[in-house]
C-alpha cells in the first residue's frame, strides 16, 4: 500500500497537478493584496481568474510543445533509418525488396507504438526510451542471448523474434524493439575491424554519428560487451589480449563521438560449455533461472580501486557460493557419472579467474589520456545448451600425466535460458538513468530549471515580505526627510547677507535643499519598487521639500544673481559686454521679455570667467542645476529691488553708439557656426608650412577668422546681419529705454547697410593684415634656398595655393550665388531692398535710376583686383602666376647647377639673363608676391655667392695652398732679409703660366671674376652680392702680376735681366769689381761702365761679388751674395736714392765709402724691385 502511494505522489503529473493547483490558490487568495505603486492590477476576481487559466495555459501548451517535438524526433529519427535503402549491392534486387518491406512494415509499427515508461506515469515514443548496444565478436552470443532474454518483442505478433534487419546507414545493425528498451545489435565485425579495417571503422563511425544526431542529450543509456567462453578457450593469450585492446578503442570511440559516458555491463555468454554446467544448475526452476549471476560493482568505484583486483575478490564470492551448493547438490544427484561431473563444476568456474582477470585489465584500461570505462559488473549467462563442453581440469590433468584428453559429449539443447531476464529487467534496464548526458545540455537545462526555480522563490518571497519592507522603507524616509529638513534650516541661518553677488557662499545649503529625500532633486525619479505597494509617502513628503527648496532660489540664489549682473554692469571694459549685462538684468525683473535660455548662457559664461579655480567642475554643473531650477519658476518673484538709477546711467551710456556699432559688435562676437578660419596651413597644402612664416611670429594656423570668408560672409554675415538688427532695434525699447527716429523700415535699411560697411571694410583688413605678414623662411644655406625654391615652383605650389585660396575668398560681389547656402542668405539683399522700398513710398523719395547700382561687395573685389588677375588672368591666355612660376623653375635649375658646380669645386658661372627675367616677374606681382620673390632672389643670389666663395676659397687652399705653403712662407725673396729661399723649380710651377695658381684662376675663377681691368673686380651675381670677395682676388691678381714679370712671353722658367751702370763713386775709390759667377769686371770710375746682369745663373754656385778698390787696395769687407737669388739679393743691399720702377739709383757702402750705381729693367715689372712679392699670400 505505501509502495503504491509513494507511487503515485512521484507520478510527474500528480506533481504538475499539485504545484498548479498551489499556485492558483496563492493567485486566487493574496493576488489582490499586489500592488504596484497603489496600483493593484489582480484586484478584481475576473482578473485573477484571468491569470489562473493563463497559468495552466501556459502549463498545457509548454507540456504539448515538449511531446510535439518528442513526436517530431521520433519521426526524423525513423526516417533516418530507413536512408539510402539503395545502396546495398552486396545483395540481390529481392533480397533487397524484401528487407525493405520488412523494415518498412517494422517502422510503420513503430511509429504509432507508445511504451510505458519506468514510473508507469506515462506513455513513451521509441525514441524516448533507454537504448543499448551489444559489442562483441562475431559469434559471440549476442544474438542468442537477446532471443532467450524473456523480454517482450512489439513486432512479434507481425515479424515474429527476429531482429528487424537495418537498411541504408543502419543495414549492418540489427534493431531489437522491446517494450522496455531499444537494443542495437551492431555487426560483430565492427568490434573487431579485422575483416577490412577502413570500411569498418568509417561505417562505425557514421553509425555512432547518426545516433548522436538523433539522441544528442543521451545517445546511448549504456553498452553490453559480449564474451564468449568458446573465444575464451580456443583463443591464444595474444588473441585474447587483441580483442579486448579492440573493445577497449570500441569504447572509447563511443565515449568521445557520443560525448557522453555512459555504464558498461560485461556479459560473459556460452557459460553452458563449461563442463558440468548443465548438472549443477538442471535442478534451478523458471525463476531462479532468471536471476542473476554475476557481480555488481559499487557505484561509483572507490577512488584508487583497481577493476582487475574488484573482480577478482569478488568472483572468489560466487565460486563460495558455488562450493556452498555444491553439498546439496552432491545430495540430490543420484547419477555417479553426473555427480562426477557436477562436482568438477566449481574447479571448472574457478579457472575462469585470472583469464578474465587479465582480459578486464586489459579492455578497461584507464589512463590519463582515455577516459575511465564506468564498468558497472560482470555477469555469466547462457542462452542455449549447445556444443561441447569444455573440461579444464581432465584437460590439465591429461596434459600433466600424458593421458589421452578425452572429448565430452556435445550437450543437447534445453531451449532454456540462464541467468538473462532478470539480468536486463533487473539490473541494466533498472540503471538507465545513471548514464551521461550531453554536458552541453545538461548545463543548458540545468540553468533552466535553476531560472524557473529561482524565479518562483523570488515572487513567494517578494508577496511575503513585500509589505513589510515598504513599511520600514517609508518610516525610513520619513526620519531621512526630518533630518534633511533640520540640517537645511540650520545652515538657512548661518547664510550671510547680501553684500555681493558671490553664489558660491550659499551652493552647500541649495544643494543640501535640493537633494532632500524625494525633494526636487528626485522629483521625476518615481517611487522604488521597496516603498511602494500602496504605503508610500514620497508624494507628500515631495511636495514639502520642493517648496522649501523653491522658495531657497528666490530668497537667496536670484538675490545674489541680479548683485552679480550689477557689478558686471558696473565693471565691463567694453559696450557689449555692458550691453549684456543690461539686458540679463533687466530680463530678470520683466517677465514680458524673460528668455531663461538667454539668461542662463550669459550667467553661465560669467562663472566659467570669474568663479574661483578651487570650484570643481560638479560643483559648476550644480550651480547650473540650480539656475535652471530658478528660472523654470515663472513668473519669477524677485525679492531684491531693481536698481533703476544704475539701469538708466547705462542706458545712457549705450545709447550713445550706434545701433549699427552695436550691431555689428554682436555680429563679431557671434562668429559663425560650422565654418573654418582660413589658414594657410590648410589653403598653402602641406607645404606651407616649409615655405612661409609670419613677420610677426604668430602662427600660420592663426589666419583670417571665419566671419570673413566667403562661406562667412553667406552663412554669417548675410544670414545673421538682418536678423540681429532687427533683433537689437526691437531691443531698443526695453533694453535701452529708447525708441527709434524717423520710420523703423528706413532706419532698419540705413542700419544695414552701414553693418555692411563696417564689415567690408574689416574684410579688407583682415586679409591686408595677412598677406603683408606673410614671409618666406630664410634658410641659411643655398641648399634650403633651393628646396624653397624648388615648392615654390612644382605643381603643387604652396603659393599657388595660397594664392588661388585667398583670391577665391577676396571675391565676393561675382559669387552671391556660390551655393545654396549663399542662395538661401540672399536674405540680406531681399531685407535691404523691401526696407527701402518701404522707406521711399512712406517718406515720398523719388524712385531710383534705372542704372542698377554697384554691388557694396564690390569694394572687396576692387581693392584685390590686380592679385585675382594675377592668379586668373584673362579668358584664354595663360595665368601670369604660371608664368612667373615657370620664370622660378628656370632659376631653381640655375642655383641647382651653381650647387653641383660648387660642391664638385668647377666654376661658379651665372646667367644674368634668367636672374633679370626672374626679378622682372618678380616686379610685375602684386604685393605680396613681389616681395616674397625679391627677398628670395636676393638672399638665394647672396649665398650662392658665399657658397662659391666658399667653395673656390676652399680649392684654393687645397690646390694652391697645399704647394705654396710650403714652397713660400716664410722664404726669400717673399720675406726679405731670411735666409731660406724658394727653390726655382717650386717657384716656377707656382707662378709659371699654367702653372698651379695661374690653372687655378683660369679654370676656378672665370664666371667670378672680371680681370679685364688693371684692378681684377668680382662679378655680381645679384644685385649687390659679389661672387667673390675682393680681398680673395688680390692675391690671384698679385700672382698674375708676379708671372708676367717674371716669366715674359709665357715663358716655362723664370728670367730676368738687369743693367748695371756706374755713376759715380765717393772719393778714394779707383775702382769697382763685380764678380759674377767667379768672371770678374772692372768698372773704372769716369768710364761709363756697365754690365748685363742676368737670373737666374748657370752656375750651379751662383754668387756675386762686390770689391771696392779703395786706394789701390781691394776692400776687405766686400759684398757677397750666394746662392739662386743671389742677383734678388745683391739688388735689395742696395739702397735706392731715387728713380722709376724702370731706372732706378741706388748706392752700395763698403769700406766707409759708397758706388753708386743705375738699375736699368726693360719693364716698368722691375722682378728686381717688385712690389707683390712681398705682398703675396697663398691661398688658406
Not at 359 to 380: I, K, Q, W
Not at 702 to 714: E, H, I, K, M, S
Amino acid at each position: 500500500m505505501w509502495a503504491k502511494l509513494k507511487s503515485f505522489f512521484a507520478n510527474r503529473w500528480v506533481l504538475a497537478f499539485i504545484g498548479l493547483l498551489v499556485v492558483s490558490l496563492l493567485i486566487w487568495f493574496v493576488g489582490d493584496a499586489i500592488a504596484f505603486y497603489d496600483h493593484r492590477p489582480l484586484g478584481s476576481a475576473g482578473a485573477r481568474i484571468g491569470l489562473i487559466v493563463l497559468v495552466w495555459l501556459v502549463f498545457a501548451l509548454v507540456e504539448g510543445l515538449k511531446q510535439f517535438r518528442a513526436w517530431r524526433a521520433n519521426k526524423a529519427m525513423l526516417a533516418a533509418m530507413g536512408e539510402g535503402a539503395s545502396s546495398n549491392s552486396a545483395l540481390s534486387q529481392r533480397e533487397v525488396a524484401e528487407l525493405k518491406k520488412r523494415f518498412d512494415d517494422a517502422m510503420a509499427t513503430l511509429r504509432k507504438a507508445r511504451f510505458e515508461d519506468k514510473s508507469g506515469s506515462g506513455r513513451n515514443y521509441l525514441y524516448q526510451l533507454p537504448w543499448y548496444m551489444f559489442i562483441g565478436a562475431p559469434g559471440s552470443g549476442k544474438t542468442t542471448a537477446l532471443v532467450n532474454s524473456g523480454l517482450r518483442f512489439p513486432l512479434e505478433g507481425k515479424m515474429g523474434k527476429d531482429a528487424v534487419k537495418g537498411i541504408g546507414g543502419t543495414r549492418n545493425c540489427d534493431w531489437w524493439f522491446t517494450d522496455e528498451a531499444v537494443l542495437l545489435d551492431t555487426a560483430g565485425r565492427y568490434t573487431t575491424q579485422s575483416s577490412n579495417r577502413e570500411v569498418d571503422a568509417a561505417a562505425w563511425t557514421g553509425f555512432l554519428t547518426l545516433l548522436k544526431k538523433f539522441r544528442p542529450a543521451q545517445p546511448l543509456n549504456g553498452a553490453i560487451v559480449t564474451v564468449s567462453l568458446s573465444d575464451l578457450f580456443t583463443s591464444s593469450s595474444a588473441q585474447r589480449d587483441e580483442y579486448a585492446r579492440s573493445i577497449r578503442a570500441r569504447i572509447q570511440e563511443l565515449y568521445s563521438t557520443l560525448g557522453v559516458r555512459f555504464p558498461i555491463y560485461v556479459v560473459v555468454t556460452k557459460c553452458d560449455l563449461l563442463a558440468g554446467f548443465a548438472e549443477f544448475f538442471g535442478d534451478l526452476g523458471r525463476e531462479a533461472r532468471a536471476q542473476v549471476w554475476g557481480t555488481t560493482f559499487d557505484f561509483p568505484l572507490p577512488a584508487g580501486a583497481n577493476l582487475g583486483a574488484t573482480f577478482a575478490g569478488e568472483f572468489d564470492a560466487l565460486v563460495a557460493r558455488l562450493n556452498a551448493r555444491l553439498t546439496t547438490r552432491m545430495e540430490e544427484e543420484r547419477d555417479p557419472q553426473r555427480r562426477a561431473t557436477l562436482f568438477a563444476f566449481p574447479q571448472q568456474f574457478a579457472g575462469l579467474r585470472d583469464m578474465l582477470k587479465a582480459f578486464l585489465d586489459e579492455a578497461f584500461l584507464s589512463s590519463a589520456f582515455t577516459e575511465e570505462p564506468m564498468v558497472r559488473g560482470v555477469y555469466f549467462t547462457s542462452g542455449t545448451q549447445e556444443g561441447s563442453p569444455f573440461d579444464r581440469v581432465l584437460g590439465n590433468i591429461s596434459r600433466v600425466y600424458g593421458l589421452e584428453r578425452q572429448v565430452l559429449p556435445p550437450a543437447s539443447s534445453s531451449g532454456r535460458s540462464y541467468f538473462l531476464t532478470h539480468l536486463l529487467r533487473g539490473v541494466i534496464f533498472a540503471e538507465s538513468d545513471i548514464s551521461g548526458r550531453s554536458a552541453v545540455i545538461e548545463k543548458r537545462r540545468g540553468r533552466v530549471a535553476l531560472a524557473l526555480y529561482s524565479l518562483l522563490a523570488l515572487l513567494s518571497l517578494l508577496l511575503i515580505v513585500g509589505w513589510t519592507i515598504s513599511f520600514v522603507r517609508n518610516q525610513v524616509l520619513i526620519k531621512d526627510v526630518a533630518e534633511a529638513s533640520a540640517e537645511v534650516t540650520k545652515q538657512v541661518a548661518a547664510v550671510p547677507p547680501l553684500p555681493t553677488g558671490d553664489v558660491t557662499t550659499v551652493l552647500p545649503v541649495l544643494d543640501a535643499a535640493r537633494n532632500i529625500p524625494t525633494g526636487y532633486a528626485d522629483r521625476d525619479a518615481g517611487v522604488p519598487m521597496s516603498r511602494a505597494f500602496g504605503l508610500s509617502q514620497s508624494g507628500k513628503l515631495g511636495t514639502q521639500a520642493d517648496r522649501a527648496y523653491l522658495n531657497l532660489l528666490r530668497d537667496v540664489f536670484l538675490p545674489r544673481i541680479a548683485l552679480r549682473l550689477e557689478q558686471q554692469i558696473r565693471e565691463a571694459n567694453s559696450p557689449e559686454v555692458r550691453y549684456e549685462a543690461l539686458k540679463t538684468y533687466v530680463m530678470l525683473y520683466d517677465p514680458a521679455h524673460l528668455k531663461a535660455a538667454d539668461v542662463k548662457t550669459w550667467i553661465s559664461a560669467d562663472w566659467d570667467r570669474t568663479l574661483s579655480r578651487d570650484i570643481t567642475q560638479l560643483q559648476r554643473a550644480s550651480l547650473l542645476a540650480h539656475l535652471g531650477a530658478a528660472l523654470d519658476q515663472l513668473p519669477l518673484e524677485m525679492v531684491l529691488p531693481q536698481d533703476q538709477a544704475l539701469v538708466q546711467q547705462v542706458r545712457t551710456q549705450l545709447a550713445a553708439a550706434s545701433l549699427a556699432q552695436r550691431t555689428y559688435s554682436r555680429l563679431k562676437r557671434i562668429g559663425v557656426e560650422g565654418v573654418p578660419d582660413f589658414r594657410v596651413t590648410d589653403a598653402g597644402g602641406p607645404q606651407a608650412a616649409l615655405v612661409f612664416t609670419r613677420a610677426s611670429g604668430a602662427p600660420l594656423s592663426q589666419g583670417v577668422p571665419a566671419l570673413f570668408t566667403v562661406a562667412g560672409y553667406d552663412k554669417g554675415f548675410r544670414a545673421q546681419a538682418p536678423l540681429l538688427v532687427k533683433q537689437l532695434g526691437d531691443e531698443e525699447a526695453w533694453v535701452l529705454g529708447t525708441s527709434s527716429n524717423g520710420s523703423g523700415v528706413a532706419r532698419m535699411a540705413t542700419t544695414l547697410t552701414e553693418v555692411q560697411q563696417l564689415y567690408l571694410n574689416e574684410y579688407i583688413k583682415s586679409w591686408d593684415d595677412l598677406l603683408g605678414d606673410l614671409r618666406l623662411i630664410q634658410s641659411s644655406s643655398l641648399q634650403g634656398s633651393i628646396q624653397t625654391i624648388t615648392l615654390l615652383s612644382a605643381g603643387d605650389s604652396p603659393l599657388k595655393l595660397l594664392l588661388n585660396g585667398v583670391a577665391k575668398e577676396t571675391k565676393l560681389a561675382t559669387g552671391n550665388d556660390r551655393s545654396a547656402e549663399a542662395a538661401a542668405a540672399g536674405l540680406l539683399d531681399k531685407a535691404t531692398a523691401a526696407m527701402r522700398s518701404t522707406a521711399d513710398k512712406l517718406m515720398g523719395t523719388p524712385a531710383a535710376s534705372a542704372q542698377p547700382a554697384a554691388k557694396p561687395e564690390a569694394v572687396v573685389d576692387a581693392h584685390f583686383e590686380q592679385l585675382q588677375r594675377v592668379v586668373a588672368g584673362p579668358a584664354g591666355q595663360p595665368v601670369p602666376l604660371d608664368a612667373t612660376l615657370g620664370v622660378l623653375k628656370e632659376y631653381e635649375v640655375q642655383l641647382r647647377a651653381t650647387d653641383e658646380a660648387i660642391k664638385r669645386g668647377a666654376p661658379v658661372t651665372s646667367d644674368a639673363l634668367i636672374v633679370a627675367r626672374i626679378k622682372s616677374e618678380a616686379d610685375r606681382m602684386p604685393p605680396p608676391v613681389s616681395n616674397l620673390l625679391n627677398g628670395l632672389i636676393s638672399r638665394s643670389g647672396a649665398q650662392s655667392a658665399g657658397a662659391g666663395a666658399a667653395a673656390v676659397k676652399a680649392a684654393a687652399a687645397g690646390e694652391v695652398g697645399s704647394w705654396c705653403k710650403p714652397a713660400v712662407e716664410g722664404r726669400y725673396p717673399f720675406v726679405k732679409g731670411v735666409a731660406k729661399e724658394v727653390p726655382l723649380g717650386d717657384f716656377a710651377k707656382l707662378f709659371a703660366p699654367n702653372g698651379v695658381i695661374d690653372g687655378f684662376a683660369k679654370t676656378k675663377l672665370v664666371g667670378m671674376v672680371d680681370m679685364s681691368g688693371p684692378l681684377w673686380k668680382p662679378i655680381q651675381i645679384a644685385d649687390g652680392v659679389d661672387a667673390l670677395p675682393p680681398a680673395a682676388i688680390a692675391n690671384f691678381q698679385r700672382a698674375a702680376t708676379i708671372r708676367d714679370a717674371f716669366f715674359p712671353g709665357g715663358a716655362a722658367n723664370p728670367q730676368a735681366s738687369l743693367d748695371l751702370l756706374l755713376q759715380r763713386v765717393d772719393d778714394g775709390v779707383t775702382d769697382v769689381q763685380l764678380s759674377i759667377d767667379g768672371q770678374v769686371s772692372s768698372m773704372k770710375p769716369g768710364t761709363n761702365a756697365a754690365a748685363r746682369l742676368s737670373w737666374p745663373s748657370l752656375s750651379p754656385a751662383s754668387q756675386i761679388k762686390l770689391t771696392l778698390v779703395i786706394g789701390g787696395k781691394p776692400s776687405t769687407t766686400p759684398l757677397i751674395f750666394d746662392g739662386p737669388w743671389a742677383l734678388f739679393r745683391f739688388v735689395d743691399a742696395g739702397k735706392v736714392e731715387g728713380g722709376t720702377p724702370e731706372r732706378q739709383s741706388v748706392s752700395y757702402a763698403e769700406g766707409g765709402k759708397q758706388v753708386f750705381f743705375e738699375l736699368r729693367s726693360g719693364s716698368v715689372r722691375n722682378p728686381m724691385r717688385l712690389p707683390e712679392l712681398a705682398q703675396f699670400r697663398c691661398p688658406g
